[in-house]
């Protein structure tokens, strides 16, 4: 393993060879990664949901531009200023992968009730556990499915009502990010839209993170 490997893990992949199944040990190895990575105090702070079913995947797809106005949004007119009237918007086709991971919160209220008992307040920020604890999970996943070889691209943005019609959960169910885990179309530029051929989104590079050492 290099630098360029790691490096290669955090791009998205926007199209996919559909034609493949992803092998089940691998899926075995994938539910692993999430199911045993690190949380605080080992709190399942979240569920996950693996889907393999095509029409099921397309139709997650579907609502990844929830009324028009989600999505992944670019400028109708590069030469006018940003305003909803000059704005496009497209679907997120990572989620259109071989396999697509949805994670769901799953924040551990009745820790909370003993957690009153102990502190007497109701204060403490599992959320932010729970976010922090999808974080390392989603980590691991896309490190992972990289390293057997495929490609990867995590996703946030999504109708959460029609989701959760999709999914038969009702309104408890609070879903947090997904991940198109699968085979990449290597005839195809990347980033090219998975089912829109005439567009492609744009490269963003990495951002520089600071780093200090004290040695």
Same mark, same amino acid.
């Given at each position: 393993?290099?630098?360029?490997?790691?490096?290669?893990?955090?791009?998205?992949?926007?199209?996919?060879?559909?034609?493949?199944?992803? %092998?089940?040990?691998?899926?075995?190895?994938?539910?692993?990664?999430?199911?045993?990575?690190?949380?605080?105090?080992?709190?399942?702070?979240?569920?996950?949901?693996?889907?393999?079913?095509?029409?099921?995947?397309?139709?997650?797809?579907?609502?990844?531009? $929830?009324?028009?106005?989600?999505?992944?949004?670019?400028?109708?007119? %590069?030469?006018?200023?940003?305003?909803?009237?000059?704005?496009?918007?497209?679907?997120? $086709?990572?989620?259109?992968?071989?396999?697509?991971?949805?994670?769901?919160?799953?924040? %551990?209220?009745?820790?909370?009730?003993?957690?009153?008992?102990?502190?007497?307040?109701?204060?403490? $920020?599992?959320?932010?556990?729970?976010?922090?604890?999808?974080?390392?999970?989603?980590?691991?996943?896309?490190?992972?499915?990289?390293?057997?070889?495929?490609?990867?691209?995590?996703?946030?943005?999504?109708?959460?009502?029609?989701?959760?019609?999709?999914?038969?959960?009702?309104?408890?169910?609070? %879903?947090?990010?997904?991940?198109?885990?699968?085979?990449?179309?290597?005839?195809?530029?990347?980033?090219?839209?998975?089912?829109?051929?005439?567009?492609?989104?744009?490269?963003? $590079?990495?951002?520089?993170?600071?780093?200090?050492?004290?040695?």
């Amino acid at each position: 393993m290099d630098i360029n490997f790691i490096k290669s893990t955090q791009h998205c992949q926007r199209n996919w060879d559909t034609s493949r199944q992803i %092998p089940q040990d691998h899926i075995d190895l994938l539910e692993a990664a999430a199911r045993y990575c690190p949380s605080k105090q080992n709190y399942a702070f979240y569920n996950v949901k693996f889907i393999t079913d095509r029409e099921l995947i397309e139709q997650i797809h579907d609502i990844t531009n $929830p009324g028009g106005n989600g999505g992944f949004g670019v400028l109708t007119d %590069p030469t006018q200023p940003v305003s909803p009237d000059n704005m496009t918007f497209y679907t997120n $086709p990572q989620t259109l992968a071989n396999l697509l991971v949805v994670f769901g919160y799953n924040v %551990p209220y009745a820790k909370q009730e003993s957690l009153k008992d102990r502190v007497g307040h109701f204060e403490y $920020p599992f959320k932010r556990d729970a976010d922090m604890a999808i974080g390392i999970a989603l980590g691991y996943l896309f490190f992972v499915a990289n390293s057997l070889g495929y490609k990867t691209g995590g996703n946030a943005c999504f109708d959460v009502d029609a989701l959760r019609t999709l999914l038969i959960e009702d309104s408890s169910y609070d %879903p947090a990010v997904m991940i198109g885990i699968g085979y990449a179309d290597d005839n195809r530029d990347p980033r090219e839209h998975h089912t829109d051929l005439t567009f492609t989104f744009p490269a963003k $590079p990495k951002e520089e993170i600071e780093m200090e050492y004290y040695t």
